[in-house]
T-cell receptor
Framework: NAGVTQTPKFRILKIGQSMTLQCTQD?????MYWYRQDPGMGLKLIYY???????DKGEVPNGYNVSRSTTEDFPLRLELAAPSQTSVYFC???????????????FGSGTQLSVL | AQRVTQPEKLLSVFKGAPVELKCNYS??????LFWYVQYSRQRLQLLLR??SRESIKGFTADLNKGETSFHLKKPFAQEEDSAMYYC???????????FGEGTQLTVNP
């Protein structure tokens, strides 16, 4: 059981380049999330999905796009990379919407992205 | 909108000393609160949640609705407690967490 798998672990982009951060989970979780982690800023939610075919914006969606064609995969797309997108990106998943009850987030190991 | 504040970015204590990581929140409804921890070179993981009223690795946290706080406490810190700690809030029956800024705890020998 691999849990939440993110690729790549590290990436350097030039300004204006595009890339996709991959995230897949093998726990049959309905809910998936993308966060970015900046020093002193905590984790900010970029996008999330409550199931295949459904996505919604989080706190900081500008400059990003997502899709959820399958339950397992939730890729994050950067179309025109900017230095402000230099960050550590975390994908996470949970079984249901019941975060207020006994559910918890399972996190991937993160992607360190630098835009130069 | 909900908000979570961790006033201390860095906290340093000596081994065996008590430690308290502060967390304050603002939310108009009844929140559900969590502490997540990220040890060096490991994934972010759940430490504890207030609804379980549990003690994990010697840590406890009590929800104080009057003070809108959810401080994390441990009476005797250990070196292996050194990590980044995040307080997080979920709306009742909500589908996403709002995280605080994080506190880097260092426990010195």
């Amino acid at each position: 059981n691999a849990g939440v798998t993110q690729t790549p672990k590290f990436r350097i982009l030039k300004i204006g380049q595009s890339m996709t951060l991959q995230c897949t989970q093998d726990m049959n979780h309905n809910y998936m999330y993308w966060y970015r982690q900046d020093p002193g800023m905590g984790l900010k939610l970029i996008y999330y999905s409550v199931g295949a075919g459904i996505t919604d914006k989080g706190e900081v969606p500008n400059g990003y796009n997502v899709s959820r064609s399958t339950t397992e995969d939730f890729p994050l797309r950067l179309e025109l990379a900017a230095p402000s997108q230099t960050s550590v990106y975390f994908c996470a998943s949970s079984y249901s919407r019941g975060l207020a009850t006994n559910e918890k987030l399972f996190f991937g190991s993160g992607t360190q992205l630098s835009v130069l | 909108a909900q908000r979570v504040t961790q006033p201390e970015k860095l906290l340093s204590v000596f081994k065996g000393a008590p430690v308290e990581l502060k967390c304050n929140y603002s939310y108009s409804g009844s929140p559900e609160l969590f502490w997540y921890v990220q040890y060096s070179r490991q994934r972010l993981q759940l430490l504890l949640r207030h609804i379980s009223r549990e003690s994990i690795k010697g840590f406890t946290a009590d929800l104080n609705k009057g003070e809108t706080s959810f401080h994390l406490k441990k009476p005797f810190a250990q070196e292996e407690d050194s990590a980044m700690y995040y307080c997080a809030l979920s709306e009742t029956s909500g589908s996403r967490l709002t995280f605080g800024e994080g506190t880097q705890l260092t426990v010195n020998p």
